[in-house]
Nanobody
Framework: QVQLVESGGGLVQPGGSLRLSCAAS????????IGWFRQAPGKEREGVSC????????YYPDSVKGRFTIARDNAKNTVYLQMNSLKPEDTAVYYC??????????????????????????WGQGTQVTVSS
């Protein structure tokens, strides 16, 4: 059974850190592009960290650049999202997704983090991240 399962969400104070995990079963993650997306109530889904299946090139939007890091652990068939210096505006449900379409060329890598421009085949159920004092 093909499945993505996120974990690691929770409540954290502003300035704190969390590490989210995205564990895959039924397929091998290192052949897929991986994206972490988030959606807050009343807001559109936003791609926050994406990694290409080719050379593991990463993309981060300005909103999280320098604070979030996406990384693969192929031995564990898991992708992580390390989130540092968290802000209240990072509060959202976070989802991981895996896509098998050919990734965009490096100069167009932002497309990985836009589901209107890049298709993802599998999605996790989401994990809540709340940043509040």
């Amino acid at each position: 059974q093909v499945q993505l399962v996120e974990s690691g969400g929770g409540l954290v104070q502003p300035g704190g850190s969390l590490r989210l995990s995205c564990a895959a079963s039924g397929f091998t993650l290192d052949y897929y592009d991986i994206g972490w997306f988030r959606q807050a109530p009343g807001k559109e889904r936003e791609g926050v960290s994406c990694i290409s299946s080719v050379d593991n090139i990463t993309y981060y939007p300005d909103s999280v650049k320098g604070r979030f890091t996406i990384a693969r652990d192929n031995a564990k068939n898991t992708v992580y999202l390390q989130m540092n210096s968290l802000k209240p505006e990072d509060t959202a449900v976070y989802y991981c997704a895996a896509g098998s379409s050919p990734p965009p060329v490096p100069r167009l890598l932002y497309r990985l983090c836009d589901t209107k421009l890049h298709e993802y085949d599998y999605w996790g159920q989401g994990t809540q991240v709340t940043v509040s004092s």
